[in-house]
C-alpha cells in the first residue's frame, strides 16, 4: 500500500461526522408528544461528551505526529553530486529532486531517539535510496538496517539523535475502541505535517489470504479499521485514544461501488516487537518451510481420519517433492493437529505456527491418519524475497556486526566523510566494551590495512587469524581503535 508515483497522485479529503441530537430528534415520530419532549430535553442538555472527545483526538494527533515520518524512496539512484545530505536538503528541494524520477511513498514511526523508524517492507523493497520527511518538515537521508518480507516489516536508520518516539500499547486491540491513524496519504504529507484521520477497530482476526498468495507474503490476525488508511499510509502507525501504537498501518481495499474502502493494520504483539528488535539489532530472520499446501479440516475429513476433537486441524492437500514435508512422509490427506507442542486450530493458524518453528532441528507434528500419530520433521528456512539489489544495499554479517557501505548521502555533520564500511547494526547478546563501536561508525582500516569498500574487507578478514583483526574505527567524535 506504498503508493508508486510518476506524479503526485490524487487526494482525497476526510471528514468526520457526528451523530448530533437535532438530528435524532429529527427522525423522530412527532404522533408521541412524551417521546418528542424526552427527544428535546437531550438535545438541548446533553452534547455526548463530543467536545471532551474531540480535545483528545487533538490533543494525541499533536503529541504523536512529531514521531512519525513521510517515506520518499526511489527505484533508481539519484547522482550523489546534487546535495542529497541532510544539511542540504529541505522538503521543497527534495519534492523537485522526486519529480524527475520514479518513487514510492510511504509512512514510519520512530521508534528509537538514535533515528531508528519502522515501516513496511513493501514501501521500500524497491528502494535504492531513501528519505524520512518529519511532521516538523526536516527531511533526513535514511538506509535500511533490516527487513522482513514475509511479515511486511522493515527497520530504517536516518543520520539523527534526540528524535521524539511512539509508544507501544501493552493491551490487546479491541473490536469498537477508537482507532486514529498517522501518516502520508497519496504521499501528501511529503513536505511534512502528517495527515490524521479517526475511526474505530470494526474487527480483529481478519486475513487477506489472495494478497498473501500474490506478494508472498503472511497477511493474517490482521486489524480492520475504519479510520482512512489510503495508499501511503504503508508502514505507518495504528494510535488508540491514549495515543500508543496498536498497529501498523499495511493493507486497504480501496473504495468501489460496494466500499468505502476498508483498512487493515498488522498488530503489535510479542511477536512483532521481538521481530522489531531483532531487525534493529540486524539479527537475520528466518521463518520456517515445510512444502505443504492445506485447509482447514472439515468435520468429515477429521472423523475419516480418527480425529474426534472439536479442533478442526489443517488439512494436507499436496505435499511438494524433496520438501521437508516429503521426508517425514506427510502425505495428502493427513490432517496436522498440533505442531511443535501448539495446537492446529486452522489453516491459517497451521501456516504461522510454521513460520514460527525452528529451523534444521527437528520438532514434533500431532498428525491423524486412521488414528493419531507422532511425527519428527526437520524444516528448511523460506526462501525470502530479498530488498532490491544495489551496490549500496549489499550486507554482510560479521562478529555480530552488520556492514554495509557508507550511504552516498549519509551525513557526518561536521566530521569530514570517512573512507571504509560502516556499522550498520549490532547484536547486543554480543558483550563489547569499546564505546566507539556503534550504528553508524565506519571501519577504516581492519588488521593494519586499509578498508576501501566492504568487498575488500571481507577479503582481509578471511586471510587474518582471530587475533589480527584488529580494526580502526571513525565516527563523527573522531578516530577510535578498537580490539576485535
Known amino acids: 500500500m506504498g503508493v508508486r508515483l510518476r506524479r503526485l497522485g490524487r487526494a482525497?479529503?476526510?471528514?468526520?461526522?457526528?451523530?448530533?441530537?437535532?438530528?435524532?430528534?429529527?427522525?423522530?415520530?412527532?404522533?408521541?408528544?412524551?417521546?418528542?419532549?424526552?427527544?428535546?430535553?437531550?438535545?438541548?442538555?446533553?452534547?455526548?461528551?463530543?467536545?471532551?472527545?474531540?480535545?483528545?483526538?487533538?490533543?494525541?494527533?499533536n503529541r504523536v505526529s512529531p514521531a512519525v515520518v513521510a517515506i520518499s524512496a526511489t527505484e533508481a539512484p539519484i547522482d550523489a553530486d546534487a546535495g542529497l545530505g541532510a544539511d542540504d536538503l529541505n522538503a521543497d528541494k527534495l519534492a523537485g529532486l522526486l519529480e524527475t524520477v520514479d518513487r514510492t511513498v510511504g509512512t514510519g514511526f520512530v521508534i528509537d531517539a538514535d533515528g531508528y523508524i519502522v515501516t513496511n517492507d513493501h514501501v521500500i523493497e524497491k528502494a535504492q535510496q531513501l528519505w524520512v520527511t518529519t511532521d516538523a518538515h526536516k527531511v533526513y537521508p535514511a538506509m535500511v538496517?533490516?527487513?522482513?518480507?514475509?511479515?511486511?516489516?522493515?527497520?530504517?536508520?536516518?543520520?539523527?539523535?534526540?528524535?521524539?518516539?511512539?509508544?507501544?500499547?501493552?493491551?490487546?486491540?479491541?473490536?469498537?475502541?477508537?482507532?486514529?491513524?498517522?501518516?502520508?496519504?497519496?504521499?501528501?504529507?511529503?513536505?511534512?505535517?502528517?495527515?490524521?484521520?479517526?475511526?474505530?477497530?470494526?474487527?480483529?482476526?481478519?486475513?487477506?489470504?489472495?494478497?498473501?498468495?500474490?506478494?508472498?507474503?503472511?497477511?493474517s490476525d490482521l486489524i480492520q479499521t475504519t479510520a482512512q488508511i489510503n495508499p501511503g499510509n504503508s508502514g505507518g502507525p495504528l494510535?488508540?485514544?491514549?495515543?500508543?501504537?496498536?498497529?501498523?498501518?499495511?493493507?486497504?481495499?480501496?473504495?468501489?461501488?460496494?466500499?468505502?474502502?476498508?483498512?487493515?493494520?498488522?498488530?503489535?504483539?510479542?511477536?512483532?516487537?521481538?521481530?522489531i528488535d531483532d531487525l534493529k539489532q540486524g539479527r537475520e530472520v528466518v521463518h520456517g518451510y515445510l512444502g505443504v499446501s492445506v485447509s482447514s479440516a472439515t468435520p468429515r475429513q477429521r472423523r475419516d481420519a480418527g480425529l474426534e476433537s472439536d479442533a478442526a486441524g489443517a488439512c494436507i492437500e499436496s505435499v511438494e517433492l524433496g520438501s521437508p514435508a516429503a521426508v517425514a512422509r506427510l502425505h495428502a490427506g493427513d490432517i496436522i493437529a498440533q505442531l511443535d507442542g501448539q495446537t492446529v486450530h486452522d489453516s491459517e493458524d497451521f501456516v504461522r505456527l510454521v513460520g514460527l518453528c525452528p529451523v534444521a532441528q527437528p520438532v514434533d507434528a500431532v498428525i491423524y491418519r486412521d488414528g493419531p500419530r507422532t511425527v519428527s520433521i526437520t524444516l528448511r528456512p523460506r526462501a525470502l524475497r530479498g530488498q532490491a539489489s544495489s551496490e549500496q544495499n549489499t550486507r554482510w554479517r560479521w562478529k555480530g556486526m552488520l556492514l554495509g557501505p557508507i550511504p552516498a548521502c549519509w551525513d557526518f555533520g561536521s566530521a569530514k566523510r570517512p573512507a571504509g564500511v560502516m556499522v550498520i547494526a549490532l547484536d547486543n547478546r554480543i558483550p563489547r566494551s569499546d564505546p566507539g563501536l556503534k550504528p553508524g561508525a565506519v571501519i577504516t582500516s581492519v588488521g593494519g590495512k586499509a578498508v576501501r569498500d566492504l568487498g575488500q574487507f571481507r577479503q582481509i578478514v578471511e586471510g587474518l587469524g582471530a587475533q589480527e583483526c584488529r580494526f580502526e574505527l571513525a565516527n563523527p567524535t573522531g578516530p577510535v581503535v578498537a580490539a576485535n
Open 239 to 275: 494510535f488508540d485514544l491514549r495515543g500508543e501504537v496498536i498497529g501498523i498501518n499495511t493493507a486497504v481495499i480501496l473504495p468501489q461501488k460496494q466500499t468505502n474502502g476498508i483498512g487493515f493494520a498488522i498488530p503489535v504483539d510479542s511477536h512483532i516487537l521481538r521481530l
Open 12 to 61: 482525497g479529503s476526510v471528514a468526520l461526522t457526528a451523530l448530533s441530537a437535532g438530528f435524532l430528534v429529527s427522525c423522530q415520530s412527532q404522533s408521541n408528544p412524551q417521546a418528542t419532549a424526552a427527544s428535546a430535553r437531550i438535545a438541548v442538555t446533553d452534547n455526548f461528551g463530543a467536545p471532551d472527545l474531540e480535545q483528545q483526538f487533538e490533543d494525541v494527533a
Open 145 to 219: 538496517v533490516g527487513t522482513d518480507p514475509r511479515a511486511d516489516v522493515a527497520v530504517l536508520k536516518v543520520p539523527a539523535a534526540n528524535l521524539p518516539i511512539v509508544h507501544f500499547s501493552r493491551n490487546a486491540a479491541r473490536r469498537g475502541q477508537w482507532t486514529i491513524a498517522v501518516g502520508n496519504p497519496y504521499g501528501l504529507a511529503g513536505g511534512g505535517e502528517m495527515a490524521v484521520s479517526i475511526g474505530v477497530v470494526s474487527a480483529l482476526n481478519r486475513s487477506l489470504p489472495r494478497l498473501s498468495g500474490k506478494e508472498d507474503r503472511l497477511y
